[in-house]
């Protein structure tokens, strides 16, 4: 890993940034969100939309980790159930599929776009549920077993901590086989070297793009290798009460941890000093598994996105099937 291509000193630091979805990617800009999608038809399908205000709690150091967190999976999710409407949409299969009973009812009670948000939110709130239960208290779960042979609170730390982190990167590893999954890692490459190129200060083409790095040190798997390594700290001073205790602390400390991973994150994106580096290593390392080297026109979905949001504030929005300009929409909706 060349480091110098990663943390590079001529290059202007941006906030841009993104998420690479199904057959797609998308960008977040200063003022607005662009959505891209590569169509089975190889046309793209573009969607915009204007940010609402940042809020007074979204400028407070700690708590705007907490903020920013909570409002990236909300939106990352309801992108990822767009996307996935709009390649159904464009599959061209003409057999209608009947919506199941839960569907309905929702449908019935809360309108199509009160259902649609409701099943958004579920799926947000199932997400954090497994998320929480899977890789921060299973392991605590798993290692209490380990007080048989053990009672030395820092060893048994240690293990959950050892435990949690490699629970994390086996599930990642194995994800990572899948067609689907590996697909959209492909495209989180090119958001990432699509990054570099515009921070480079160099043209936003493909043959620009191409011979970046696909590790970036603002990335958000390098936040979540920041949370586990943070609770893995915080969780060393607590020292190894009871399971009950244990379980309550993990889910209080929560907070705290996306608090000063989100903080580590900013200054690492911004600094390009040893320590900066050091502590960024473990993240960097994992991206090597969440991203993989795209194709070009995965880059060029990526460079779609981006010029998107480098738009005037007064631009408007706009979506439908686009060329690779942005604002040569051929389609509206």
Same mark, same amino acid.
């Given at each position: 890993?060349?480091? @110098?291509?990663?943390?590079?000193?001529?290059?202007?630091?941006?906030?841009? *940034?993104?998420? $690479?979805?199904?057959?797609?990617?998308?960008?977040?800009?200063?003022?607005?969100?662009?959505?891209?999608?590569?169509?089975?038809?190889?046309?793209?399908?573009?969607?915009?939309?204007?940010?609402?205000?940042?809020?007074?709690?979204?400028?407070?150091? %700690?708590?705007?980790?907490?903020?920013?967190?909570?409002?990236?999976?909300?939106?990352?999710?309801?992108?990822?159930?767009?996307?996935?409407?709009?390649?159904?949409?464009?599959?061209?299969?003409?057999?209608?599929?009947?919506?199941?009973?839960?569907? %309905?009812?929702?449908?019935?009670? +809360?309108? @199509?776009?009160?259902?649609?948000?409701?099943?958004?939110?579920?799926?947000?709130?199932? $997400?954090?549920? +497994?998320?929480?239960?899977?890789?921060?208290?299973?392991?605590?779960?798993?290692?209490?077993?380990?007080?048989?042979?053990?009672?030395?609170?820092?060893? %048994?730390?240690?293990?959950? *901590?050892?435990?949690?982190?490699?629970?994390?990167?086996?599930?990642?590893?194995?994800?990572?086989?899948?067609?689907?999954?590996?697909?959209?890692?492909?495209?989180?490459?090119?958001?990432?070297?699509?990054?570099?190129?515009?921070?480079?200060?160099?043209? %936003?083409?493909?043959?620009?793009?191409?011979?970046?790095?696909?590790?970036?040190?603002?990335?958000?798997?390098?936040?979540?290798?920041?949370?586990?390594?943070?609770?893995?700290?915080?969780? $060393?001073?607590?020292?190894?009460?009871?399971?009950?205790?244990?379980?309550?602390?993990?889910?209080? =400390?929560?907070?705290?941890?996306?608090?000063?991973?989100?903080?580590?994150?900013?200054?690492?994106?911004?600094?390009?000093?040893? =320590?900066?580096?050091?502590?960024?290593?473990?993240?960097?390392?994992?991206?090597? =598994?969440?991203?993989?080297?795209?194709?070009?026109?995965?880059?060029?979905?990526?460079?779609?996105?981006?010029?998107?949001?480098?738009?005037?504030?007064?631009?408007?929005?706009?979506?439908?099937?686009?060329?690779? $300009?942005?604002?040569?929409?051929?389609?509206?909706?």
């Amino acid at each position: 890993m060349d480091l @110098k291509r990663i943390f590079m000193k001529d290059a202007c630091p941006t906030k841009i *940034g993104g998420q $690479a979805i199904l057959e797609g990617i998308m960008m977040r800009g200063s003022d607005r969100t662009a959505t891209v999608i590569r169509l089975p038809d190889k046309s793209l399908y573009i969607s915009t939309e204007k940010l609402k205000p940042a809020s007074k709690w979204s400028k407070v150091p %700690l708590i705007r980790g907490v903020v920013a967190f909570v409002g990236s999976l909300v939106m990352g999710t309801r992108i990822l159930m767009k996307s996935a409407d709009i390649l159904e949409k464009y599959e061209g299969e003409t057999e209608d599929v009947e919506d199941d009973k839960l569907t %309905l009812w929702l449908e019935k009670k +809360f309108g @199509k776009e009160g259902a649609w948000n409701a099943m958004m939110y579920a799926s947000v709130v199932i $997400a954090l549920l +497994f998320t929480v239960g899977v890789f921060i208290l299973l392991p605590t779960v798993i290692v209490n077993w380990c007080k048989y042979f053990t009672s030395d609170p820092n060893v %048994l730390n240690l293990i959950e *901590g050892v435990l949690r982190i490699a629970m994390f990167v086996i599930y990642v590893a194995l994800i990572r086989k899948m067609p689907d999954i590996r697909r959209v890692f492909q495209f989180h490459g090119a958001e990432h070297k699509c990054i570099h190129c515009y921070e480079k200060g160099l043209p %936003l083409t493909v043959e620009n793009c191409r011979p970046f790095y696909t590790l970036h040190p603002r990335c958000g798997t390098s936040f979540l290798m920041f949370v586990l390594v943070i609770s893995f700290l915080l969780h $060393a001073f607590l020292g190894w009460p009871s399971l009950g205790l244990r379980i309550a602390s993990r889910l209080l =400390l929560l907070p705290v941890v996306a608090g000063v991973s989100y903080e580590l994150l900013r200054w690492a994106g911004r600094s390009d000093n040893l =320590l900066v580096k050091i502590l960024s290593l473990p993240g960097l390392y994992l991206q090597k =598994l969440t991203t993989v080297e795209p194709d070009d026109e995965q880059l060029q979905v990526s460079i779609t996105a981006m010029k998107a949001v480098l738009v005037p504030e007064d631009t408007p929005v706009y979506e439908g099937l686009c060329d690779c $300009a942005p604002n040569a929409v051929c389609e509206t909706e």
